[in-house]
C-alpha cells in the first residue's frame, strides 16, 4: 500500500521543473530520497505529489533533516525544509 502527500507548490509555473527530496540523520548519512527521477514524485500542474511505500516507512527511531528542491530553468530552489521525528512503537 503506498500513501501519497500533497505539498502546496510556489506560485511559479513548474513546467520543466523536477522535484527531489532527502532525509538524513547526518551529513553523509541519506535515510530516503524521493525524486521525479526515481519516480515517486509527480509534478502534475502547480501540485507536487510524494508517493510513500510502505517499505518506504521502516526507519529507526530518531532526528531527521529534510528538505525538497525543484530544479528547472537552470535553478535549483528549495521549496521547503525543516526536521522530523520518528518516535519507537509506545504501545505493544
Known amino acids: 500500500v503506498s500513501q ?3 505539498i502546496c507548490a510556489p506560485p511559479f509555473s513548474l ?3 523536477t522535484a ?3 532525509a538524513r540523520d547526518n551529513v553523509e548519512n541519506i535515510i530516503c530520497e ?6 515517486n514524485i509527480s ?3 502547480q501540485n507536487l505529489s510524494i508517493t510513500i511505500a510502505n ?3 521502516e526507519y529507526k527511531a530518531g532526528l531527521y533533516k529534510y528538505d525538497l528542491q ?3 530553468n537552470s535553478q535549483v530552489i528549495t521549496i521547503a525544509k525543516g526536521t522530523f521525528e520518528i518516535q519507537p512503537t509506545i504501545t505493544k
Not at 524521493?34 to 519516480?39: I, M, P, Q, R, V
Open 4 to 6: 501519497s502527500r500533497y
Open 15 to 17: 513546467v520543466g521543473f
Open 20 to 22: 527531489k527530496t532527502q
Open 34 to 39: 524521493f525524486s521525479s527521477a526515481l519516480g
Open 43 to 45: 509534478i502534475v500542474g
Open 55 to 57: 517499505k518506504d516507512t
Open 70 to 72: 525543484l530544479t528547472g
